[in-house]
Each structure stands twice: as structure tokens, then as C-alpha cells.
């Protein structure tokens, strides 16, 4: 994982306390914006709570210069389980 130890801690704190069994269950029945587009509901999901609860500008500013999508991607996998 490329993301930086400092970063990470910061991802999951803002994220694990979103990541509800509610939430869960809203996603698993469909109960969220171009439910009917989604291909990959468990990187929706991931994906869905960092954008929502981190921001983009802490993601544009400190992890994008040395991150690309698939090592934010393997940081979300490891912070949020799959929800099927």
C-alpha cells in the first residue's frame, strides 16, 4: 500500500465511524443515487464514503501527488470489508 502511514489513519478515522450496518443495508437494497449504474458495489461503497466524509480536498492535497486511484482503492479495501 503506497499510501503514507499518517494518511491512512486519517482515512480511517473519517470513514469507519460512517460505515454503518445501516448504510450497509441501504446499499445492499439498491437505496442510493444511479443505484442501477453501479457495476462494483462494494468499490461504490468504499468509494461513496470517502468522497462523502474525507473530502476531496484533503484527498486532491495530500494524497493524489503520490497516490493514483488503485492505491486509494487498496487503503479503503483495508479500512472497509466488502458489504456482500
Excluded at 499510501?3 to 442510493?32: S, V, W
Excluded at 474525507?54 to 479503503?76: E, K, S
Aim: hydrophobic share 35%.
Amino acid at each position: 500500500m503506497k499510501i503514507k502511514p499518517e494518511h491512512f489513519a486519517i482515512l480511517e478515522t473519517a470513514i469507519k465511524q460512517h460505515d454503518t450496518p445501516e448504510r450497509r443495508a441501504r446499499y445492499l437494497k439498491g437505496d442510493f443515487p444511479r443505484s442501477e449504474r453501479t457495476k462494483d458495489l462494494n468499490m461504490r461503497y468504499r468509494w461513496d464514503l470517502l468522497w462523502e466524509f474525507v473530502g476531496t480536498t484533503f484527498i486532491t492535497l495530500q494524497i493524489y501527488p503520490y497516490a493514483n486511484d488503485t492505491h486509494i482503492d487498496t487503503a479503503l479495501r483495508n479500512i472497509v470489508g466488502d458489504i456482500k
